[in-house]
């Protein structure tokens, strides 16, 4: 019965229930694992503030240089992977199962961080306190390398890894959509500018000291 149920399924191209479940699994122990470690940073992670919007985006994109070494690792490993096997040539179809696997991880890592970096910049203009970004940075490195040996060793397992970069990135594009919305595109500027102008005052008074010093 089950090979019957198996050729049907392959003919009309539908997975196989036992592969939908095993999918589904991975999916919810990503979402429990999410939620944990959110919980958990909202207790332990010590506040980052800073006034400065320009800061939070600095912040922000240095935290990056972690998820950036994910897609730098990938591309290291073909590299490597093509200099000592029949890939060598990439024109040449011979030898592109040594690298298919990777070169998937690649393609599917490079969209991620796109929109993980994209969405942590717009969540960053908004927010005052950047605990989440390190969160957000830590899911992203650990799916990457949890969707890399689930693809390598059964790629059924790799929705566990998926779920822990696109899941949070999701959330936060929703809430950053949400606050864009309700609040518009200049939130902030105000602040950005009272700062600015208690900056050029501090400078200035530095400035008339140093004159009368001399």
């Known amino acids: 019965m089950s090979n019957v149920r198996s050729a049907r399924d392959s003919e009309t191209g539908e997975s196989r229930p036992e592969e939908r479940a095993t999918v589904r699994k991975g999916r919810y122990a990503g979402l429990i694992f999410i939620a944990g470690t959110f919980f958990l940073g909202s207790w332990l992670m010590p506040p980052i503030v800073f006034i400065s919007m320009w800061e939070r985006i600095l912040y922000t994109l240095r935290c990056q240089v972690l998820s950036v070494g994910m897609l730098l690792a990938g591309v290291i490993v073909v590299m490597i992977t093509r200099a000592n096997t029949t890939a060598i040539n990439p024109l040449s179809e011979r030898g592109e199962q040594y ?65 822990l970069t696109l899941v949070p990135t999701t959330f936060a594009y929703a809430i950053t959509l949400g606050v864009f919305l309700r609040n518009g595109a200049t939130h902030g500027f105000t602040t950005m500018t009272s700062s600015r102008q208690g900056q050029e005052q501090h400078y200035n008074q530095q400035q008339q000291q140093r004159n009368i010093h001399y």
């Not at 970096?117 to 950047?130: K, P, R, S, V």
Request: hydrophobic content about 55%; aromatic content about 20%; cysteine-free.
């Open 99 to 163: 690298v298919k696997l990777d070169n998937r991880y690649l393609q599917n890592t490079l969209e991620q961080l796109v929109l993980s970096i994209l969405t942590q910049l717009f969540l960053a203009t908004y927010l005052e306190d950047l605990w989440v970004i390190p969160v957000m940075t830590f899911l992203f490195v650990l799916g990457r390398i949890s969707f890399w040996i689930g693809y390598k060793w059964m790629p059924l397992y790799r929705s566990f890894g998926f779920m």
